[in-house]
């Protein structure tokens, strides 16, 4: 993964959308619903099309897999339920997610503390 300054947004949605795929099956507008009420009370909502291009990532990179399923209705619809592909991936992934969010926090703290602690007041 790229360094950048903080992790990236899209980084951040996939570790979310993987633990997501682990804990059950969930389609799409599930993902999004239960990750903009997860962050709501810190002012975070994620988009509907950045959670669909984090998807899309996932698949193409093996991470997770989709299954379709028909729902009954007035007509038929289809859905797609996500599930964790390959697990070794999806561990290499998150322990490379792990390193770029700790090296977030760093460099969040020190910003903090260079221009926000006691004796600089």
């Given at each position: 993964m790229?360094?950048?300054?903080v992790i990236?947004?899209?980084a951040?949605l996939?570790l ?5 795929a682990e ?7 599930q993902?999004l619903?239960?990750l903009?009420?997860?962050?709501r009370?810190l ?9 669909y291009?984090s ?6 990179d093996g991470l997770i897999?989709r299954?379709?399923?028909h729902?009954?209705g007035?007509?038929?619809?289809t ?8 697990k070794?991936k999806v561990?290499?992934?998150k322990d490379t997610i792990k ?5 977030s ?11 926000y602690s006691?004796?600089?007041?």
């Amino acid at each position: 993964m790229k360094s950048t300054f903080v992790i990236r947004q899209r980084a951040f949605l996939k570790l979310y959308m993987l633990n997501k795929a682990e804990e059950g099956n969930l389609y799409g507008l599930q993902m999004l619903d239960d990750l903009q009420d997860h962050f709501r009370d810190l002012g975070y909502r994620p988009t509907k099309s950045e959670v669909y291009k984090s998807l899309h990532d996932l698949l193409n990179d093996g991470l997770i897999v989709r299954h379709p399923i028909h729902k009954q209705g007035t007509e038929m619809q289809t859905l797609y339920i996500y599930r964790i592909g390959d697990k070794e991936k999806v561990k290499a992934y998150k322990d490379t997610i792990k390193f770029e969010i700790d090296r977030s926090i760093s460099l969040l703290k020190r910003a903090l503390q260079d221009n926000y602690s006691q004796k600089r007041q």
